[in-house]
């Protein structure tokens, strides 16, 4: 059994295996962007524009300010505020206790927080990840390692206890 043994990370060494890819991939887009003709020589064909129609002329670089839209934000802005009842507080005005909201609040904060990505962490869990062994494999794996360590404890403790009644 291994207790003390790191094992490689099969993530990270497939990260270094695409980033590897992805520099071999941009340094063959150079090389032939290099071979590419010459900006004036290309012909555009367009099926938006019939054949003999001249083509509008192309939109000239910016110098480099930025384009803004109009953006509506009456959505953003129409949202209704949350509807207060008479029955969610007192004569004084002083809001009521409410026992099924705090039993929401005590919940959740048993639960813990929702998953950043969800999608990942099922991948993790089926084992669809290649090179990732199944969770449900790893947590065997940890409860043999958890019950054989245990035995072993028993074993110490039953041997000294065997000694110690000897004497």
């Known amino acids: 059994m291994g207790f003390f043994n790191k094992k490689a990370d099969p993530i990270s060494q497939r990260s270094d295996q695409l980033t590897a890819k992805i520099a071999e991939l941009e340094s063959r887009i150079q090389q032939l962007s290099r071979h590419v003709e010459p900006e ?13 129609v001249p083509h509008p002329p192309a ?42 909201e705090w039993l929401e609040r005590v919940k959740r904060q048993f639960r813990g927080r929702p998953a950043s990505n969800p999608k ?34 028993v074993i110490v403790i039953f041997g000294l206890c065997c000694f110690l009644v000897r004497r």
């Open 40 to 52: 004036g020589t290309r012909r555009f064909r367009s099926t938006a524009y019939p054949p003999g």
């Open 59 to 100: 939109p000239s670089p910016t110098n480099g300010d930025p384009v803004f839209e109009r953006v509506d934000r009456r959505p953003l802005d129409d949202v209704a505020p949350p509807i207060a009842t008479n029955g969610h507080y007192n004569d004084m005005g002083a809001r009521k206790f409410d026992f099924p």
């Open 120 to 153: 990942l962490v099922n991948y993790l869990a089926a084992g669809n990840i290649h090179g990732l062994r199944p969770l449900r494999f790893e947590r065997r794996v940890a409860r043999n390692k958890v019950i054989a360590l245990t035995l072993l404890l």
